[in-house]
């Protein structure tokens, strides 16, 4: 109990500014540059609205909008759907502060590092309706350098052909989070263009944001320190967790210190929790950490040489680095303590 009251109390968020970056409404749709639009979208038909912009012809699109504190994009796609909804107020941002979309993002980061075994999708504005919606597998994130203050990538593979259809970049600038994906089925787009379309479409609106508005100043934390809780999903490597014989990502969950590994409806084979307490009635965040990790003694837990220390029981090992806590547990001990020296390795 004493531990679950000190995760609850002391687990703060990335300290950030207090007053939102963007302040007042930009028209996203004018930031987008128009020379690398048309490049991309030859003779595109223009529906917007100033944060949700459409440029599509026949079978290719291209497509930006804001993401809402759910981690969803704005709904609407077309002007016949804008004029049935109208615009959707949630995903504004302009009351929000940088800190908290920082979180939103992550939530939405750790959300999809969990690959998709089955989306299904359509987009009237490409003329991809409702009656003819496409089938498609969802690849897991992966993190884009350069674009903003943090960005992904995530695709669209068709079933059965496996050929990508769609490419979606997530990028935040302060307290803007927008969602940029450029679109081509049936092989109009290669693969390698519409990564590269919706990548230089991101990085090209991040620039023009950053320049509008100087970056924040945020609280940096002692050195050697974490500020925040890893993404549990990232900690390690398909080639480790083959070794690990781990399966895949379960699909279902958002939280981003948490991660499990197995196969659907049944027990995961390994599971990662990570924690990055904060200063707490303790002392600093490594004297909270340390009183946490007490609390894990056991008279079957026996002592391992992992990061700053670490603890053993049965398929499950306990360690902590500086103020980070970690839980492993997988199908057998030996695979759970590879499995922590494996993330300890990854985070120095």
Known sequence: MRLMIALLLWLDPLPGAAQPRFPVPIDFCSVV?????KRLVPDAKVEHDGIHCVWASPGVGLQVRPVGANGEGSLWTSEELLQTYGTDKDVEPWTRTSARTHEIYRKRHAEDLRPSELTIWSDPAIRVSTADRRSATRTAARAVAGVGDEAFEVGLLAIPSKRLEHAEVVFRVGNVLLEVGYSGIDGRVSANRLRRGAVEVSKRMATALGRMSPPERTATPPPGTFAETPLACATLTPAQIKKLKAGKIQPLGSEPGTCDWGELLKDPRLVVQLWAPQRGPAG??????KEMVSHWKTDTSVTAGIAD????????????????????????PARAEQAARWIVAGLS
């Not at 540059?33 to 639009?37: K, N, P, R």
């Not at 600093?284 to 950490?289: P, R, S, V, Y």
Request: hydrophobic share 50%; no cysteine.
């Open 33 to 37: 540059d128009a020379g690398l639009v």
């Open 284 to 289: 600093d965040g490594i004297a909270q950490a």
């Open 309 to 332: 220390e670490a603890l053993a029981d049965r398929n499950t090992v306990i360690f902590r680095k500086a103020n980070l806590i970690g839980r492993v547990k997988a199908t057998n």
